[in-house]
Every structure is written in structure tokens, then in C-alpha cells.
């Protein structure tokens, strides 16, 4: 089971890119890469997810590098409304393992 | 679709009754997660089910809970007695079988034990 690791906690302003890192240093080749993302009083919501170098959808871009072992989201111009926790996960065809949440990244957009 | 609809909202009760929380997950999503999150532990996966059988119970805490899927559009999650501790918001959420599919969460449901 891969563990991740990621900053408790970021803050950034209104319009600005952010970027929040995960380590996943015991991917093994079967997993894939998943962020959500969660506002206060609100279930976990899909962000992205990705097997290896970058994906982009209309929310998110994923990068994940050739090894690995860390993979880092990038929000583009966030608003006060990206105010949110965001977990990256790293999970395989084991739906248990897919849904095991790490404790996020906490960001702060500010005006 | 309505998306996975948890009921209720917000339950209150005394320490010692049962509680009942309540599920339905995403017509046609074959798996099912029961998830508690706290301040101080995050979120927790409780139980899972896939095609309504009990997967991987090692996350309910105790024998105090329990839960079942009595078929494909609903769970339910009990505790029994409840005790203050049991305080949090419950998530239930679904998903289809394949390799990356997506995992849907309800709005959960606030628990406070007093």
C-alpha cells in the first residue's frame, strides 16, 4: 500500500498558480494517481487522476514525472472559491485501496 | 442521476440509543464505501461492499457498529449503543468497477452524541 505525503497546509492569493506536491515513493506500476478535492461540510469531490506525465482537464493539470514517485497538481489562477482540502491518492484496481485518504493539503486562497 | 443521496442530515441523539444512517449509492455503482471523519483522525474508511457483499470491514471500530447492504440501492450503518465519541460526519460514497473509476460521496450525515 503506497503511502503519500503532502504539505498539512498551503496559502496563496486570488489569481495566482499553486502547486501542491505528493510523494508516493512506493508506487508500484499498477497504481494510478487521484486528487479530490473537499470544501467545508462537503463530501470528497473528483478533481484528476493520472498513470504518468501530465493530464489536464478544465479544473486541473497533473504531473506526474517518469519515475513516479511524486506527482503535483496545479491549479491555475485560483479563486477564493478553490478554498478547500485537497488529498492525493494513490490507488490500484483494489477499490479498498483506491479510498484510503491521506490528511491533505489545506489551502488557503486569500483575497 | 441524483448523485449518492445519505440520510439524515444531521441526527442527534443521547448516549446509549442506536443510531441509524442511511444510504443510497449511484444506480448501476456495484462498489460501496462507509467513511467517518473527525478533526483529529481525518477521514476514515470504515467498510466496503462490492455487489452488496462485505469486503474489508477492518476499519469499524468497534462491534458497537455495524453494517449492511441488503441490496443494490441501499446501505446502512449502525451503531449500537452510540457514545460521544461516535461524534462525526458520516460519508457514504459509490463507484463502478474498472481501473480509475471515479468515487462519488454524498453530503454525509452530521452525527452528534451527547
Known amino acids: 500500500l503506497a503511502k503519500t505525503t503532502q504539505p498539512i497546509s498551503m496559502d496563496s492569493y486570488e489569481g495566482q498558480e499553486v502547486n501542491i506536491t505528493c510523494s508516493h515513493n512506493?508506487?508500484?506500476?499498477?497504481?494510478?494517481i487521484t486528487w479530490y478535492q473537499q470544501f467545508p461540510s462537503q463530501g470528497p469531490r473528483f478533481i484528476i487522476q493520472g498513470y504518468k506525465t501530465k493530464v489536464t482537464n478544465e479544473v486541473a493539470s497533473l504531473f506526474i514525472p517518469a519515475d513516479r514517485k511524486s506527482s503535483t497538481l496545479s491549479l491555475p489562477r485560483v479563486s477564493l472559491s478553490d478554498t478547500a482540502v485537497y488529498y492525493c491518492?494513490?490507488?490500484?484496481?483494489?477499490?479498498?485501496?483506491?479510498?484510503?485518504f491521506g490528511g491533505g493539503t489545506r489551502l488557503m486562497v486569500k483575497p | 442521476d441524483a448523485g449518492v443521496i445519505q440520510s439524515p442530515r444531521h441526527e442527534v441523539t443521547e448516549m446509549g440509543q442506536e443510531v441509524t444512517l442511511r444510504c443510497k449509492p449511484i444506480s448501476g455503482h456495484d462498489y460501496l464505501f462507509w467513511y467517518r471523519q473527525t478533526m483529529m483522525r481525518g477521514l476514515e474508511l470504515l467498510i466496503y461492499f462490492n455487489n452488496n457483499v462485505p469486503i474489508d470491514d477492518s476499519g469499524m471500530p468497534e462491534d458497537r457498529f455495524s453494517a449492511k447492504m441488503p441490496n443494490a440501492s441501499f446501505s446502512n450503518l449502525k451503531i449500537q449503543p452510540s457514545e460521544p465519541r461516535d461524534s462525526a460526519v458520516y460519508f457514504c460514497?459509490?463507484?463502478?468497477?474498472?481501473?480509475?473509476?471515479?468515487?462519488?460521496f454524498g453530503q454525509g450525515t452530521r452525527l452528534t452524541v451527547v
Open positions: 491518492l494513490v490507488a490500484n484496481n483494489n477499490a479498498g485501496n483506491m479510498l484510503t
Open positions: 460514497a459509490s463507484r463502478t468497477t474498472g481501473w480509475g473509476s471515479e468515487a462519488f
Open positions: 512506493n508506487i508500484a506500476t499498477n497504481d494510478y
